[in-house]
């Protein structure tokens, strides 16, 4: 399994650490460097500054060669051509050049040939004594056959000195110097100064800046990725796949589901501390099984994700690795205030990942093989089964859930008085093409499946977005108990309650309610104004314990008991009962199944201000609601 301090799909990440390290050390470098850096920039802008001097010194030399490859022995010989060729020189002379003269080289020495300064009528060669000379940039022209630049350091005349080679046949024959003026060098150098400051400093800011994006990365990605690990045991929580969905490639893996069997008792029995405690020790165990290259998930409270690599595994040694997962927690010897835990797991896993479309495809079929494996007796591993049209029917409502396809009719609940519409409960459809696929169709199938709760988030998106633009509009939605207490869920609502005084949350019957943590709930929904409704009273599991235990401020009862409130003694005594009761403790009762004339005068008289059913209008789409 991948640990806390390795980061899964971001293997560029080491390298950018390196880069960071190597562009600070590149920083120092340059820093400690400046000087040498400022001197070569001085050059080189001081070799662009002189282009015209630098071509003109071009023509010079090709008038003093004379396309003649003897032209050093014939200048030597001949008196009246280096007269001549000193004359070119003094032309070329100008305010900004202190001299130019022509150098050969004889027996290791060298010799002036032509100089401008030279006012003698025959001139004569003499050798050079290099004291305005640094003679190491000659034999940088030499070798290169380069130009060479220089700045002058100790002769205060001068500036500095142009040295260009003479090459005939590919070979230096003779050099021609042009030394300027210290005023010269004075008027460039200023503006060179600051050129050269103003780029090294453009570097220094570039490098830093460069430096603080790179750490920048570094250290955002670091803090990103220790908030994808749960640091007590090493696993990834689920933000890591929501952040990392689109870089791992599903079809590498093969993917399992695994619940842990009745965790919810352990949790009810001796809290969530010690729940926690066990959770973590059990992750520690599974991490055990679990290989470096696999993804190991904390996918919900007590579900877990995983993503074993398929390189170099086959499907039975897959499979094997399940069993011993499975096997392990088993036989685990958890003991909580001296009583022996016996812990399961149950396990859905998805095989052939190269036929799912996506990643949440794949996912969504390994949790049909769990829903198999609850649904069969726990503390087993379901595999699945793409043959199954039971499954297959599953796959399919997740995927029209997925793709936004569910829709919200409204059936109005008026006042039974006047007949006014106090607000609109929502029910839920899902569009399949042309058809509509019903409730009652669709949640037995996706019961104790993590799809349940995606379905209520998705409702109360549904309608924030509708509340959103009618401003007159308001509406009721059906929530479970457990989606009440799903931390998602109540802190998408709390993130919308700005329309909280206009969507009532109506909670659906369930076997097993948490009284204590569904009160909890409500108390945290109140403040922002949501009204909180218990449906269908009066069907199912329903008991007084919903009455006693919560904050609620209406009561529908179910439509079982309002059908047959004008001829059956027992409903129209329980009715009564539940009015009074409600009346006393400032309860709104909403009657259901609302069909005909005969139950809306009955519920009348028992004092009940609204009611929904078929006598006011069915269920409509909400652009049919205004016709």
């Not at 409730?439 to 995606?454: A, D, G, K, T, V």
């Not at 401020?553 to 439509?559: N, R």
């Amino acid at each position: 399994m991948h640990k806390k301090f390795i980061f899964q799909n971001i293997k560029r990440f080491y390298y950018y650490i390196i880069s960071y390290i190597l562009v600070c050390l590149l920083l120092f470098y340059i820093y400690k460097n400046i000087p040498n850096y400022e001197n070569r920039l001085k050059l080189t802008l001081l070799s662009l500054s002189i282009d015209g001097i630098d071509a003109s010194s071009d023509k010079l030399i090709e008038k003093i060669l004379n396309n003649d490859p003897n032209f050093l022995d014939k200048n030597i010989k001949l008196t009246y051509l280096r007269k001549k060729n000193e004359t070119l020189l003094k032309e070329l002379k100008n305010r900004n050049i202190s001299s130019i003269y022509l150098l050969f080289e004889h027996k290791n020495k060298l010799f002036i040939l032509l100089d401008s300064n030279n006012n003698e009528k025959i001139p004569k060669i003499s050798i050079f004594i290099p004291e305005d000379m640094d003679l190491k940039y000659i034999q940088k022209a030499k070798e290169s056959k380069k130009k060479q630049i220089y700045i002058q350091k100790n002769i205060d005349i001068l500036g500095f000195t142009l040295i260009k080679p003479i090459i005939i046949e590919n070979e230096v024959k003779a050099y021609l110097i042009i030394d300027y003026t210290q005023k010269s060098y004075n008027s460039l150098i200023s503006l060179l100064t600051l050129s050269s400051k103003i780029i090294i400093i453009f570097l220094l800011l570039t490098i830093l800046l460069l430096s603080i994006l790179i750490f920048l990365f570094i250290r955002n990605t670091y803090k990103n990725n220790r908030l994808y690990i749960n640091p007590k045991t090493g696993t990834f929580y689920r933000n890591y796949l929501s952040d990392n969905y689109e870089k791992i490639d599903f079809t590498n893996y093969y993917i399992a589901l695994a619940d842990i069997d009745f965790f919810k008792r352990i949790n009810d029995i001796y809290g969530h501390k010690i729940g926690d405690k066990i959770l973590n020790s059990i992750i520690i165990k599974i991490s055990e099984k679990i290989d470096e290259s696999d993804i190991f998930i904390q996918y919900g409270g007590e579900e877990f994700l995983f993503l074993i690599n398929k390189k170099n595994l086959s499907i039975q040694e897959f499979k094997k690795k399940l069993e011993e997962i499975r096997s392990l927690v088993e036989s685990l010897n958890i003991k909580v205030r001296g009583e022996e835990l016996k812990i399961t797991i149950s396990i859905g896993a998805f095989i052939q990942t190269n036929l799912a479309t996506s990643l949440q495809d794949a996912i969504q079929k390994a949790d049909s093989a769990l829903y198999e494996s609850k649904h069969s007796g726990r503390n087993k591993i379901s595999y699945f089964d793409i043959s199954k049209k039971k499954i297959i029917y599953r796959e399919r409502l997740k995927d029209l859930i997925e793709k936004n396809n569910l829709v919200c009719f409204y059936q109005p609940i008026k006042n039974l008085n006047d007949f006014s519409t106090h607000h609109y409960e929502a029910l839920f459809r899902l569009k399949d093409r042309d058809n509509l696929i019903y409730p009652n169709e669709i949640l037995p199938e996706l019961e104790n499946s993590y799809f349940y709760s995606r379905i209520s988030m998705k409702i109360i998106e549904y309608n924030v977005r509708l509340l959103s633009i009618d401003k007159n509009f308001k509406v009721s939605i059906n929530l479970t108990s457990d989606d009440l207490v799903n931390e998602s869920i109540i802190n998408l609502l709390i993130k919308n309650y700005k329309i909280a005084h206009r969507m009532l949350i109506e909670i659906l019957e369930t076997k097993n309610v948490d009284y204590e943590k569904l009160e909890k709930s409500i108390q945290r929904l109140k403040p922002y104004g949501y009204k909180i409704c218990i449906d269908d009273y009066g069907s199912g599991y329903s008991n007084l314990s919903h009455l006693l235990n919560l904050s609620i401020d209406y009561l529908k009862i179910d439509g079982s008991i309002v059908k047959n409130i004008y001829k059956d003694k027992k409903a129209h005594a329980l009715l009564l009962a539940l009015s009074i009761f409600c009346k006393q403790n400032d309860i709104i009762i909403i009657a259901e199944f609302v069909e005909n004339r005969d139950i809306l005068n009955t519920l009348k008289k028992f004092d009940i201000e609204y009611g929904q059913g078929y006598y006011f209008d069915k269920p409509k789409p909400y652009k049919e609601l205004k016709k």
